[in-house]
């Protein structure tokens, strides 16, 4: 697991840290917080410490914080050290070597990069002072993100915000490699509805977006994976680098997900439709036909296709739509696949940016937070980095 050392300097943007720590603890990193007495005066020990699960470290000379760990193993554990926010005044100390907290100490025995995340006032940035500081700082190898330019806490314009915390959960995965952790695996996703037709117009289907099965392949692809994404209808813009084949009906989907095996991992997230019409009309059926019910039959279950394949992949994920009895729904779906993530779509999440899901298999059953779809995408891609890195 790696292991990022968040340093949280004195500055109103400190606030923004908590949800840094939220997303990269989503992507199953580790993180150890430093807070400086500054930092501590916009946010407590507690929330970092709720958010991170670790220890929060705040004293350079705390006996119970020097026994359990030490400054240095603090420095030396950490494969990146982040200061987000990075004050003036903590930037200047960095400079020129000072050590008179357990943060700064931490920057003088790290061996590993260092990150900072400038937050300040305008005038604060563009003093030649903070100028010099931060040339010093870069031509030593530290890397700069930020600051953005806006509406700052004193009501000024100008260059001074922290970049915002996805923007640099983002820039750490990167210099983390986690892009390429699953280099060389394949993998195929389903996504979307499909639709079966009643006649040349009308067609039974559902309301699913696509959404998260777009997200899984985005990440996917992010972290280094080779994708095939086999989609129904959706409106959703086709994900970067990924291989996309689009499909109509069940029958189609089946097909296309065969015709791609074999794959490392296969995540069904589909919205598949159950059941099809026993005839379909080449024309318009009319209304004055009368028709008074329509003759169904079911559709082939993909899951459970792939379940039974020669070349089955080494991880097969289902998910479960349900309205009612979602944990024991999802776990009958366990005698086809590995794991399966359930969501209860009673009150209405297709379609919406966020959901809320649990993660089924058969020794666990984990109730996820509410959050967006790219979270749950993100968290899932941890687990499964978890079996075939």
């Not at 806006?150 to 210099?175: N, Q, R, S, Y």
Request: hydrophobic letters at 45%; one cysteine or more.
């Amino acid at each position: 697991m790696y292991c990022v050392t968040l340093i949280i300097s004195g500055s109103i943007a400190a606030y923004k840290s908590l949800e840094l720590i939220r997303l990269l603890r989503n992507e199953r990193i580790k993180v150890r917080v430093i807070l400086t007495a500054g930092g501590a005066q916009f946010i407590t020990p507690l929330s970092c410490a709720a958010l991170s699960e670790e220890p929060v470290y705040t004293d350079l000379f705390s006996l119970t914080e020097e026994s359990e760990m030490g400054h240095i193993r603090l420095a030396r554990e950490a494969h990146l050290v982040a200061v987000a926010p990075a004050s003036a005044d903590f930037i200047a100390k960095a400079a020129h070597g000072l050590a008179d907290d357990l943060a700064s100490t931490i920057l003088l025995a790290a061996k590993a990069p260092l990150l900072m995340a400038p937050a300040m006032n305008v005038e604060m940035w563009n003093h030649s002072a903070t100028q010099a500081n931060v040339k010093i700082l870069k031509d030593r190898g530290v890397e700069f993100i930020g600051p953005d330019e806006g509406v700052l806490a004193c009501g000024e314009m100008g260059l001074g915000k922290m970049i915002e915390p996805l923007d640099l959960c983002t820039f750490i995965l990167e210099k983390l490699s986690l892009k390429q952790s699953l280099k060389n695996i394949r993998a195929l996703v389903t996504a979307g509805p499909t639709q079966e037709p009643i006649d040349s117009v009308r067609y039974l289907s559902n309301a699913s977006s696509g959404k998260q099965g777009y997200a899984i392949a985005q990440a996917l692809v992010e972290r280094g994976a080779k994708v095939i994404l086999i989609s129904g209808p959706t409106s959703v813009p086709f994900p970067k680098g990924v291989s996309t084949i689009s499909v109509k009906t069940a029958e189609e989907m089946r097909e296309a997900t065969e015709a791609h095996l074999p794959v490392d991992v296969a995540i069904c997230t589909a919205a598949v439709a159950d059941w099809r019409p026993e005839n379909s009309a080449l024309q318009k059926i009319k209304k004055k036909m009368n028709i008074s019910s329509l003759s169904l039959k079911p559709n082939p279950d993909i899951l459970a296709n792939l379940a039974a394949h020669k070349m089955r992949p080494r991880l097969l994920i289902g998910f479960a739509a349900e309205t009612d009895n979602l944990i024991e729904n999802a776990r009958d779906k366990l005698f086809k696949c590995d794991w399966v993530v359930a969501n209860d779509v009673s009150q209405g999440i297709f379609g919406c940016d966020d959901t809320q899901v649990s993660f089924v298999t058969r020794e666990k059953v984990e109730t996820w937070p509410s959050c967006s779809k790219k979270e749950v995408a993100s968290k899932l891609i941890g687990y499964i980095e978890g079996v075939l890195k």
